[in-house]
């Protein structure tokens, strides 16, 4: 069990808008600006989407926007694009024992 | 350019022990955060420890909480290498390793920016 939860799957067509959420605690998501966002093709290492909740690094496209209300993150793709389709995980900071969590993942569908 | 090369992973028996290494190269090592995260097949990301730097080779460490106790992440700075350590494997443990590394120095909450490539382990019942 994930301590981070995502939806298993979501999908979309090209063009369209998609919301990926990532529901946490009050030990994590709800009280540190600290969630982060990856996109992982298959076969290929993670790569950070967005950071700090809704930060976006350099070269990443301005259709990835991340946001957060109380304990649930989210991340927003407009103008789905076929090379879109991959995993996506959300990641925070915890107080816990552990320092990090990861959600469980979210398949992107591009119909 | 900044590099994160694993290496180490391969096929070892139950009970068994392995050292993963990472070199990293293009920024100032000894001033970042590192991570080792884990990918079993087919299924998510597993944080697994992450170590920070404060003057020696041990640093403070984190894990998680079902892995503290095998697994020993360490770090030296004079040759940016990131280890981890891993002690009485289990059929669990196999997964691709990946060690990671955030854009910021000196900050261990934020996003991972840079990942290696992965080495797989494979632990054998």
């Known amino acids: 069990q994930s301590a981070l939860t995502q939806p298993a799957s979501v999908s979309g067509s090209p063009g369209q808008s998609i919301t990926i959420s990532c529901t946490g605690t009050t030990s994590d998501v709800a009280v540190y600006k600290y969630v982060s966002w990856y996109q992982q093709h298959p076969g290929k290492a993670p790569k950070l989407m967005i950071y700090d909740d809704n930060k976006r690094p350099s070269g990443v496209s301005e259709r990835f926007s991340g946001s957060k209300s109380g304990s649930t993150a989210s991340l927003t793709i407009s103008g789905l694009q076929a090379e879109d389709e991959a995993d996506y995980y959300c990641k925070s900071y915890t107080s816990t024992d552990t320092l990090v969590v990861f959600g469980g993942g979210t398949k992107l569908t591009v119909l | 350019e900044v590099q994160l090369l694993e290496s180490g992973g391969k096929l070892v028996q139950r009970g068994g022990s392995l050292r993963l290494s990472c070199v990293a190269s293009g920024f100032t090592f000894n001033t970042y955060a590192m991570t080792w995260v884990r990918q079993a097949p087919g299924k998510g990301l597993e944080w697994v420890a992450t170590?920070?730097?404060?003057?020696?080779?041990?640093?403070?460490?984190f894990y998680a909480d079902s892995l503290r106790g095998r697994f020993t992440i360490s770090r030296d700075n004079s040759k940016n290498t990131l280890y981890l350590q891993m002690n009485s494997l289990r059929a669990e443990d196999t997964a691709v390793y990946y060690c990671?590394?955030?854009?910021?120095?000196?900050?261990?909450?934020?996003?991972?920016?840079?990942w290696g490539r992965g080495t797989l382990v494979t632990v054998s019942s």
């Open positions: 990671a590394s955030p854009g910021r120095q000196y900050d261990f909450l934020t996003g991972f920016d840079y």
């Open positions: 170590i920070i730097d404060s003057g020696g080779t041990t640093g403070n460490t």
